[in-house]
Each structure stands twice: as structure tokens, then as C-alpha cells.
């Protein structure tokens, strides 16, 4: 019913940067909050940045002022901009997508490896 693919996801050297890309497809009548998580092997996982369909945003601290989340509601798309990064960014990256009538949609998730 509802389709959710992350792209842009691999391998790069301490500092390098990324751009996550997620698109959701198929039938949606509305999209409220899209978001990025992350899991690192052994690790719960945690939420990374996420963004509503107002536009507003909130980051866990680890990657304040280093990744930035946007949206494009016309593409149904969310990015996260993923700047100086670190090894311990090191995990599978999902993107979740929250609708109305209340749904909650995630990607397969993409691996992000950050090398020292």
C-alpha cells in the first residue's frame, strides 16, 4: 500500500558527509511526521532527527549542528544531510513515515559506515 525507500547510504572516510534520501509511494492521503533512525550493531535504536510536515525539527544531540533534516511535501521525500561525520555514526539508517489516517511506515534501511 504504502512504499517507503531510503537511498544514499555507504561507505566514507571520518569527516566525509552524505545525503540519505527516503521517498514514499503509493497510496497516502496524508503525511504528518518523517524521520530518521539509526541502529548500530548491539545498540537500541535511536532517533536521529525528524521533522513535521510544518517543518519543524528536533535532533538528538550526538549530531547537532553536523546533520540537517528537510523535506519535500510536493515529493513526498525527507533527506538527512549527514556533515563531518564520525565513525560512531556507524549503523543502518531507517526512515520512518507517519500518516493520517494514523500509520506508521518504515524503509528497509541503509547502511551508513563511517571508516577512521
Do not use: H
Amino acid at each position: 500500500q504504502v512504499q517507503v525507500v531510503e537511498s544514499g547510504g555507504g561507505l566514507v572516510q571520518a569527516g566525509g558527509s552524505l545525503r540519505l534520501s527516503c521517498a514514499a509511494s503509493g497510496s497516502i492521503f496524508s503525511i504528518n511526521t518523517m524521520g530518521w533512525y539509526r541502529q548500530a550493531p548491539g545498540k537500541q535504536r535511536e532517533l536521529v532527527a525528524r521533522i513535521t510536515r510544518a517543518y519543524s525539527t528536533n535532533y538528538v544531540d550526538s549530531v547537532k549542528g553536523r546533520f540537517t533534516i528537510s523535506r519535500d511535501n510536493a515529493k513526498n521525500t525527507v533527506y538527512l544531510q549527514m556533515n563531518s561525520l564520525k565513525p560512531e555514526d556507524t549503523a543502518v539508517y531507517y526512515c520512518n513515515v507517519d500518516t493520517f489516517p494514523v500509520a506508521s511506515y518504515w524503509g528497509q534501511g541503509t547502511q551508513v559506515t563511517v571508516s577512521s
